[in-house]
């Protein structure tokens, strides 16, 4: 099951979409659910960053899945060549752009 539900664009429903967000959350997801017992997100949306590699739980079975991809990224992409925005696996050890930015913020 999938819902999309687009209540972000009125600034002033800001704070009750957030407060609906956390109890859909909350009774949407988990072991005792009427929903999933693990949270699952699709590709085109965030969930609170631009930076796939801060949210990738959501889009991904576990840590060593997420491991593998990172890997096989590095060996086909080593120089980023083929990284249009943040919201891809990042390459492993790779820092990220959170990372390089608050590196060079002091710059």
């Known amino acids: 099951m ?17 407060e609906w967000q956390a109890v859909n959350d909350k009774e949407a997801i988990g072991p005792t ?8 997100r699709v590709l085109w949306g965030s969930y609170g960053s631009y930076d796939l590699h801060d949210t990738r739980q959501f889009y991904y079975e576990d840590e060593a899945k997420y491991d593998r ?23 492993a050890g790779d820092e990220g752009f959170l990372g390089r930015l608050m590196r ?4």
């Open 33 to 40: 659910s009427v929903y999933s017992t693990q949270d699952r």
């Open 104 to 107: 060079n913020a002091h710059l």
């Open 2 to 18: 999938c819902m999309v539900l687009d209540c972000f664009h009125d600034p002033s429903a800001k704070a009750a979409a957030e």
């Open 69 to 91: 991809l990172m890997k096989a990224r590095q060996v086909a992409d080593p120089d980023g060549t083929f990284t249009a925005n943040t919201f891809c696996v990042k390459r």
